[in-house]
């Protein structure tokens, strides 16, 4: 009997079909296949696929396997096999795997289209495929050359980022999902896809995070997720916690309802079937009684009847009749054959030929998938000679093995072979005594250093696991490091921190430079996590190693980031002493760039505190001397800042200025984040000076960056300041949906702060459409979170549209509370600003309605001074401004002629402000918008 065919299964099938029907017509479909080793689980999810490449010609199919002996430190294994495929990596992979050819031939057809999104919509992802590297095909690297998509793939490769040493990280593990999201959806959108996880007991963490991440998102696309999985490697956990699948699948069933095809337990009827229909792939005389002592005796688990019926024929129990059939003998006695899977695969094992036993052990060395050059370097044979071994007899004959995918790396031909089923390899492996493992393992190493010279990220997780099995710590530790390292230069977070772990513990402690620069790699990944007390404990070790080196750059660079952490957990005073101890250090160690740098942060803590003029000094000086020492990224950085400093204090022409500057170079170094918040903050100063236009413009460029870099929340960014631009020209309707948008996508993100500031909003748009109750419900959430998080920024001006409400609504007295109380924390925050204006005003208007007119008066005249002086930059409601002004002064200027004459000229000089601003509107639809239902413009504009 052939291991290869596909029996039974029909119910699992028909349901696994009916997911893909609603895949096909546009729902989105997840599916988890559970079940025990040798179940059936991978060759159903095999089978299955291939019987939906037949059904339908224009399906595209993506593969992805996690590894037992590397997968979980490996970051994003299947998925980076599965991009792979979908982008250009077109061996024999697919095939040997049971996908039919055609598959190949229709993602070469896609492959152009495939390689142009990924540059345009997920650029960070080609960090992770071999797509223009050398295990590309030499037919799809033709394909991506005609299509002109080579060049750009290689420019993009050869960017480089020190991600370690940024003080923010520039691109996350969240734009990472987004662009893959981002670019499965768009590739579907053209052919759709099936994609399959092959054992996810092992899969690493930012993969499970990844396969949650879609599984929420692909509700609406032509894409079904497979995955399969053991339940008991699952149940056991890992590292002493509850197994990411689990929480995986846990969560999405609550999503999506019963989504676990289920392979687990012994239902005798099924398991008769399952090995009828197995039997009877072949002519054949088995009566009922051996088909059924079969089923008892193997519990219907489909690997244990297969082995057991490939080891009855090489023992020769089953024979052929005359005709060709096979047949069961007279007597067999069933308490003499093993009674678990592994007495199976013994038997089977033990009757190998010395020379195939020993290939196969040593292959086991390497897990259940292995290199046939790498098996014949150990054993010092010809390499045909161990691929003939290993495709002849031991695939085709004893069906212990079988081809995998063939590669070329610099012109040395890699051939990639598997175990049938993992419990081979198993058992091989443990055959093998310490002794002989640790040789066999470093003896791999080495192999693999040699084969793979030319392509070393594609084996660190592996020559780090070999050289820690066999005992050779300097070189575990340092693989393990580059492990470390590539796996946060693709923003896979979990991972990195496992390697940097591992590298650590294997390190003599007495290696204190190896030491301090893991440590400063780890809380790198702390710090982009989050995770403060992790990185304090650090950065305490850190100073520790340092001081000892007695090294003051080291202790500089330690320095700047305990400033930096200071910093984001608001301990200002901590953060400035930090600091410029940090830049002593630097002067000291006569490092000019950590000098700079010291004085960036120094300006950018200045900046926190409101203390621009100040900041704006040390921002200068940074900038200074990166430019002298050519270091483009930290020159954007201290520009942007310097935008900053102006922008806060509306000297709009310098901000805009410093904000041009920064995004030129952030374009130069290259760094996409960097490039959309100048073109949000570009966007913002237009805003101010009331150029819609053209703060619109920069804004739908901030949105389109943002996208393709995946970055979701610098998009609920750019989406708030869009949906205030609406709202200043009075189209409110897009204004509610832009900030609905961003609402959706902080409450994903857990932004709190940011949520408040869309709520408030979202309760301005409401208050603006006429529904007071909608908008008093909104202000009120808005303010909960804010006082819950002392958002003073945030509470002042939901406190100042409560005002507004309350005015509005004729509760003068809430409404006096409420302006007197934004008024006084903007007065604590900084020296009274522009935002003032709107509070001043407001508590005029509630003077003069209670019949106040000197308290009203004095209240107007001080808005009229700050008019004067600060200009309507940074007031939000400019035109309520001058038109509270003048109905204060006119109604005194019944009897005082010159308040009358001021009232005059106030309200001119507010309508000249509106018509300027209107007369910038390049649309003439958008400009009658914008004077007849901008906010309080057509009031100011018929008074």
Known sequence: MSDTVFVGREAELARLTAHLDKALAGKGQIVFISGEAGSGKSALMAEFARNAQMSHPDLIIGQGTCNAQTGMGEAYLPFREILGVLTG????????????????DRVRKLLARSGLLLIDIAPDL??????????????????????GVDKRLGQVIEQKHDLLELTDQAVSQEHIFEQCYNFLVKLAEFQPLLITLDDLQWADASSVSLLFYLGRRLTDQRIMLVGNFRPDEIAAGRSGGRHPTEQLYTELMRVHGDIVVDLTGFDPVEARKFVDAYLDTEPNRFSADFRAALTRHTRGHPLFIVELVSDLQERGLLAKDEEGRWMEPEALDWTR???????????????????????LTTASVSGEDFIAEVVATLQ??????????????????????????????????????????????????GELDNVERAYL???????????????PDDIVVALAWHYEMAGVTAKAAHYARLAGELAASRHANDEAIEHFNRALALLPTQDMSDRLELLLAREAIYGWQGNRAAQANDLDALATIAGALNNPGAQARVELRRANLARLTSNIAIALETVQRAVSLAERAGNALLEARGYALLGRILLQTGKDGEAREWLELANEIAREEGDLRLQALSLYDLGHTYFGSTQLTEAAQRYLEAQALFEAVPDRRGIANCLLMLGAVQRQTGNHDDALRFYDQALATCRTLGWRHGESYVLSNLGNTYFTLGDFVQAGENHRDALSIRRDVADRQGEALNLDTLGLVAQFQGVA???????????????????????????????????????????ETAQRDALAIRDRR??????????????????????????AQRLAELVEEMLAEKG?????????????????????????????????????????????????????????MYLQYGPYNRQLLSA
């Open 773 to 815: 109750l909608d908008a008093r419900s909104l202000y009120e959430e808005a303010l909960a979170i804010q006082r819950s998080l002392d958002d003073l920024r945030g509470l002042a001006y939901t406190l100042t549209h409560l005002g507004l409400l309350a005015e509005e609504t004729g509760d003068l007295a809430a409404a």
């Open 337 to 359: 054959l093993p009674a678990r899977i592994d007495g199976v695969i013994r038997s089977r094992v033990d009757r190998l030929e010395s020379g195939d036993r020993a290939t």
């Open 380 to 429: 010092g044979a010809p390499n045909r000679e161990v691929v003939q071994r290993l495709s002849s007899d031991l695939s085709r004959r004893h069906q212990l093995v079988e081809a995998r995918e063939m590669q070329r790396i610099g012109g040395q031909r890699i051939s990639h072979y598997g175990f049938r089923h993992q419990l081979i390899q198993q058992f091989l492996y």
């Open 126 to 147: 080609i960090k992770l495929v071999p797509v223009a590297g050398s295990v590309i095909s030499p037919l799809s690297k033709a394909v991506l050359k005609q299509a």
């Open 872 to 928: 309507v930059a940074g007031v939000e409601f400019p035109a309520l401004a001058y038109l509270t002004v003048f109905q204060v002064l006119n109604e005194v200027g019944q009897h005082d002629a010159g308040a009358a004459t001021r009232a005059e000229t106030i309200l001119h000089e507010g309508q000249a402000i509106v018509r300027a601003q209107a007369d910038k509107l390049d649309d003439p639809a958008m400009r009658s």
């Open 441 to 455: 393992h470093e003896d791999t190493a080495t192999a693999l250093e040699t084969l793979y010279q030319e392509s």
């Open 89 to 104: 990596n077109l061996e024999t992979s697919l095939v040997e795997r049971g996908i039919a050819a055609e598959n190949t």
């Open 830 to 855: 900084l020296s009274r600003s522009s935002a003032a204006i709107d509070n001043l005003a407001g508590l005029a208007r509630i003077a003069q309605a209670r019949g106040d007119l000197p308290e």
